[in-house]
């Protein structure tokens, strides 16, 4: 049975559809690639993807073992070469205010995080670089 039911919607805009829970996700292609920009370009959702990806693993960590993860964010950059045009890396800045005060918790969820599914899915050149403020 499918997971996504997509469309495309024109003007490089594509629709995906979650079929389980019913949530809609639009991409566009980017400005610097023919595109308007309006919403996350496929690449966006890949690197969107690794963060996400790594905080649901901490999340499971933390929850396992009676931790807080509130106050945790995170921002991303994605950086995209040419010929051929691919991602070239997904830089991704953890920062937690009030972070856990076990060592032993941090270096936890940081190894989590390392090893969630979409970073170990992804094409090794694509460079990882990944930094944590706790």
């Not at 396992?64 to 991704?92: C, F, Y």
Request: a neutral charge; aromatic letters at 6%.
């Amino acid at each position: 049975m499918a997971t996504i039911k997509s469309s495309y919607s024109g003007n490089l805009r594509t629709e995906m559809i979650h079929i389980q829970s019913g949530s809609k996700v639009i991409t566009d292609a980017p400005l610097d690639n023919n595109g308007k920009g309006e919403a996350f370009s496929p690449t966006d959702l890949i690197a969107a993807a690794l963060g996400s990806c790594m905080v649901t693993i901490m999340g499971i960590v933390a929850d396992r073992d009676g931790e807080k993860l509130e106050g945790l964010s995170w921002e991303i950059t994605k950086v995209m070469q040419s010929n051929p045009r691919k991602i070239s890396e997904i830089a991704i800045h953890f920062i937690w205010e009030k972070p856990s005060e076990d060592k032993n918790m941090r270096q936890k969820l940081k190894n989590a995080a390392l090893t969630c599914p979409v970073a170990l899915s992804l094409d090794p050149s694509i460079n990882q670089t990944i930094t944590f403020n706790f």
